[in-house]
């Protein structure tokens, strides 16, 4: 037996261990226990219940839709979930969807600094930027998902572990749902300013409530301007943002809301440095931080992002639910920028290529299911069958040329900058047609304290690649079927342990030196768990063991070296856990620790035993906040910090570029009188400057510094 296995194996007599708790506490009578089923408590806010997609008040949430696509209790959800709750984003005053993920278990977040253009992370040690959902649908560019602005979320989800069974394609280390703000029952309001360094100032609003006595409509509308700079020069974080709502109500049956949004992002991104004046020793010191390796005059990042859809649900009668979640997105892309090639023999000199880039894109979702509750003798049932179709169009262009070299070290601004339209070395220039048709079943089962929860999925998906250079066209057609199955105690004391086996699937383009097209890759995982809900107190724990694989990935064709075969394969087994609670007395917490053990088990490239890229052993992070309380002296004042730690890790498979690990705090202040809320935060409060990746020679970037905003807001 491998030491690998044997490290994975012997976390599995703790959640045994914790389960047989569970198991040995059954008898003992529950207050939230009626009939052998769990009774989770149910908050209030702004005059609704909660919901798998509403607010919640505090950091603890009850409730998610990202892992069933039925709203489901968490203590009831087979599957390891984190759902970052709408005053928990506030309470860290996160800039951006990534940065709100940074204290989440399996989740590794700020890898290439802080770049507006992307909201990037890895979970489980797998690049999720292909798994981003925005309300159940599949956020698909060509360059990459567009960072979605979190002023416009409720609730972020991160389901970790494969989950093609519901949503075909993704990757094996999981997926992230935004989920978007919706219309309320009860009218509310709020304005915000707030301003930080790196001359950021923002001002946004959301505005809600029912337009008719009836109740039968009721809006939404949030928007958000922002003018900021980054901590590297000439990179911005410009943004307008607006998102309308409507849910119109007819009867107790049936609810229809539409969503809208746009976006428009102007400003530039942080360019990688080479790893000699960063990361590495180099005689003619160290880079600064700052430093952009570009040109200002040649620095452009405008992406425009518009969304509409409509999310229906129709209850037929007893047992039926309809539901359709659907979604337009329309995307323009104009990128131009440099990068670095390496540096000349005096090690300051840096040789520098030109990149521009185009896409206009066309994205439809559409996702159908019915839903339908019932019982056979002592065993209920939730069944969900759904067919699930997207299509997209696109226009895809990229340039490479080449720049004129310059100084790093002491930069002469204002050189001309060939446009590498006019003579590329290196061309593309296509249309794409990519198209995925799915067909899903799902049983949740419960019988007494018993869940079994099984799942299967059938999808067909094609992509057409045509060249406006040459009329070459390729295409590419596969199918998989995928699954899921789970079994779950949900103990009456609040203990709810689980095992669970989950497949996916994620197609890959290109072909073997033969011509045959890739298969895709394939995931596979195995899960133990220990979810913990006590009752009476508003507190979730989890604790999770897994061991997931992914087969089919692309490695060196021993035969013939410039081609790829499909042998390679990445193992990645770990522990989560994590703690999340909204105490009495204004005191929160947030607690997480992460160890993953991965390997590149196989490829023909010389990676095979290595530690795959970008993948730390050991994570841990901590957030408490305390609101002083009616009757203090210093009521209304809170106070809140954070310390995150993110062991070291390779930038390649190779693993010849080591980042080393890195403790940050966080930090925050806040004041409330009647309706306003004045607060201070920083992230990063010791400034610390560190190096977040080195992915290669001329690939390295710093983490983000010292970063603090000011909020002031006036709620109605």
């Known amino acids: 037996m491998s030491l690998r296995r044997y490290r994975f194996l012997s976390l599995a007599p703790v959640l045994l261990a914790l389960s047989a708790g569970a198991l040995a506490q059954e008898a003992g009578p529950s207050p939230l226990t009626q009939g052998g089923a769990i009774l989770l408590p149910m908050v209030d806010v702004q005059g609704q219940r909660e919901t798998a997609t509403g607010p919640v008040q505090g950091f603890v949430a009850g409730r998610a839709a990202g892992a069933t696509k039925t709203d489901t209790p968490l203590i009831e959800t087979p599957q390891a979930i984190t759902v970052i709750t709408r005053d928990r984003i ?84 999981g997926l992230i749902n935004l989920v978007s703000k919706r219309p309320t029952e009860t ?148 990128y131009d920028t440099m ?127 045509t060249s406006r250079l040459n009329d070459n066209r390729v295409t590419q057609n596969d199918n998989a079927f995928t699954g899921r199955a789970a079994l779950m105690y949900a103990a009456p004391n609040g203990l709810s342990p689980y095992v669970s086996y989950s497949t996916s699937f994620d197609p890959i383009a290109g072909s073997t030196a033969g011509g045959e097209a890739f298969r895709p890759t394939e995931g596979r995982q195995y899960e133990i768990g220990l979810k913990y809900q006590p009752p009476g107190m508003n507190s979730f724990f989890t604790a999770s063991a897994f061991d997931l694989t992914q087969t089919n990935v692309t490695t060196r064709d021993p035969v013939v070296p410039a081609a790829q075969v499909q042998t390679g394969e990445i193992n990645v087994r770990g522990l989560e856990l994590e703690a999340v609670a909204s105490l009495a007395e204004g005191l929160s917490l947030i607690a997480s620790y992460t160890y993953m053990d991965a390997e590149i088990t196989s490829d023909n ?21 305390y609101r002083f309380q009616e009757g203090s002296r210093l009521a209304g004042f809170g106070l809140g910090g954070g310390v995150r730690y993110m062991g070291n890790f390779y930038g390649d498979n190779a693993n010849a570029y080591r980042t080393p690990s890195v403790t940050l705090l966080d930090a925050s202040v806040s004041y409330e009188w009647d309706r306003y809320k004045l607060s201070v935060n920083a992230s990063n409060l010791a400034d610390k400057e560190y190096v977040s990746s080195c992915t290669g020679a001329n690939y390295c970037y710093y983490g983000p510094g010292r970063t603090v905003i000011a909020n002031l807001a006036y709620r109605w």
């Open 90 to 173: 506030d309470a860290q005053a996160v800039r951006s969807v990534e940065e709100a993920l940074r204290y989440a278990p399996g989740v590794t977040a700020g890898l290439s600094g802080f770049d507006p253009r992307f909201d990037s992370a890895r979970i489980r040690g797998f690049d999720a930027r292909p798994s981003q959902y925005l309300n159940g649908l599949r956020l698909l560019r060509q360059f990459g998902p567009t960072s979605i602005e979190q002023y416009g979320l409720e609730r972020i989800e991160i389901v970790r572990g494969p989950s093609s069974v519901l949503y075909g394609q993704t990757v094996p280390g």
């Open 339 to 465: 990068y670095a090639t390496g540096f000349q023999p005096d090690l300051r000199t840096l040789n520098r290529g030109t990149l521009v880039q185009r896409e206009r894109s066309d994205t439809i979702n559409l996702d159908t299911g019915l839903q339908a509750d019932f019982s056979t003798g002592p065993v209920v049932h939730k069944v969900l069958a759904g067919v699930d179709v997207r299509q997209y169009w696109g226009r895809y262009e990229t340039y490479f040329g080449t720049g004129p070299s310059v100084d790093i070290f002491n930069p002469a601004r204002g050189l001309a900058v060939p446009d590498s339209r006019r003579a590329p070395f290196y061309a593309l220039n296509r249309n794409d047609d990519l198209h995925q048709f799915g067909l899903y079943l799902q049983d949740q089962m419960r019988w007494n304290n018993w869940i079994l929860l099984l799942g299967g999925r059938q999808d067909w998906a094609g992509s057409e690649q």
């Open 605 to 625: 490239g010389g990676s095979q035993g290595n530690r795959p890229a970008l993948v730390p052993e050991h994570m841990a992070n901590l957030w408490g906040q």
């Open 187 to 334: 009218p509310f309001g709020e304005v915000n300013l707030s301003a930080g360094n790196n001359d950021r100032f923002q001002g946004a609003f959301d505005l809600g409530g029912p337009l008719d006595e009836a109740g039968q409509f009721s809006y939404r509308a949030t928007g958000l301007v922002r003018n900021s700079d980054t901590d590297v020069d000439h990179v911005g974080d410009d943004r307008y943002f607006f998102a309308p709502a409507l849910t119109w109500r007819p009867d107790g049956e049936t609810r229809v809301t539409l969503l809208g949004s746009y976006q428009y992002d102007q400003g530039g991104s942080p360019i990688g440095l080479p790893a000699q004046g960063t990361l590495l020793y180099n005689p003619n010191g160290k880079i600064p931080r700052s430093r952009y390796a570009g040109e200002e005059d040649f620095s452009r990042s405008d992406v425009t992002t518009t969304t509409l859809g409509w999310d229906i649900e129709k209850r037929l009668n007893s047992v039926f639910t309809l539901r359709q979640n659907t979604r337009y997105t329309h995307n323009t892309v104009k």
